[in-house]
């Protein structure tokens, strides 16, 4: 059996779309309680930057990325092609 | 201690006509200290940990290879909750705030993301204000709590590791006696 790679992208996609609820969330609360004043500003704006540096960085690390390939599931390492015991 | 006055107007939903901010206290800022060094250890953690197994167990993860896919992806999100648990921490320190005005004290608690107190309490009620500082840093630094108990009621505020509780206490109680003669000056003229 042979899982495609882009499947894990495809979860980190999920995972980052319930992890963007909870960060509006956040943001909102700032904003309705009214204490949206510059401190708030600069840390929301720092929160939604690193958000935006850790997804930047993401992408890089990964454009080398053949995404077309295939993990097979009886391969017995996941560890690029090196065999485990050589 | 002044606050811009839109800022004002959002955290007094119902402020009274001639209500005036005469204090405002935010926790002690070695409580942010203390969020930004744990935050700084969680961001760490991976990357000591990376150099430990790289070195010591000499493992080879090609670039494009299944476990550096996973590896990449994991810590992308490792460090996005990192971020959020900061920012998290960060604003439930900023939404914590107590406010002395001439006519009340005002608590306002965000407890957890969806949990928050406003209490409020006349600034005539005050009966007995009490100040802890505990353990070595609070002392060295002069941060603690302020409890301040009210009359007829079992209403206790405190104002929870705020800086320089014997101050602040002793201001709560010029502001109370200041305003109790005052309303008790305008009974006797009316």
Request: aromatic share 14%; glycine share 6%; charged share 15%.
């Amino acid at each position: 059996m042979e899982l495609p790679l882009f499947i894990f992208p495809l979860i980190y996609l999920v995972v980052f779309a319930i992890y963007l609820f909870f960060a509006g969330i956040h943001i909102y609360h700032v904003a309705r309680f009214g204490f949206f004043d510059f401190r708030a500003r600069l840390m929301t704006f720092a929160f939604i930057g690193s958000i935006l540096l850790i997804l930047g960085a993401t992408a890089m690390l990964l454009a080398p990325v053949d995404w077309a390939g295939t993990l097979s599931l009886s391969s017995p390492s996941i560890y690029g092609d090196l065999p485990t015991f050589p | 201690m002044a606050i811009s006055p839109p800022f004002l107007e959002k955290i007094f939903p119902g402020k009274e006509p001639g209500e005036q901010v005469l204090m405002y206290v935010r926790r002690h800022w070695i409580v942010l200290v203390r969020i930004i060094i744990r935050t700084m250890m969680f961001a760490l953690v991976p990357i000591v940990a990376l150099f430990i197994v790289v070195n010591t167990l000499i493992v080879n993860i090609e670039t494009g290879s299944t476990a550096y896919i996973l590896l990449v992806l994991g810590l992308s999100l490792y460090y996005l909750f990192v971020a959020l648990f900061f920012y998290h921490d960060w604003l439930d320190y900023h939404l914590d705030l107590w406010i002395v005005t001439n006519l009340r004290i005002i608590n306002i608690e965000q407890k957890r993301l969806f949990s928050r107190t406003v209490a409020q309490q006349d600034i005539e009620r005050v009966q007995d204000i009490t100040c802890d500082i505990h353990g070595k840093l609070p002392t060295l630094l002069d941060f603690g709590n302020v409890t301040i108990q009210t009359a007829g009621e079992k209403i206790q505020f405190v104002f929870e590791q705020v800086a320089h509780p014997q101050e602040v206490a002793k201001e709560i109680m010029r502001i109370h006696r200041e305003v109790a003669t005052t309303r008790r000056q305008e009974g006797s003229t009316n």
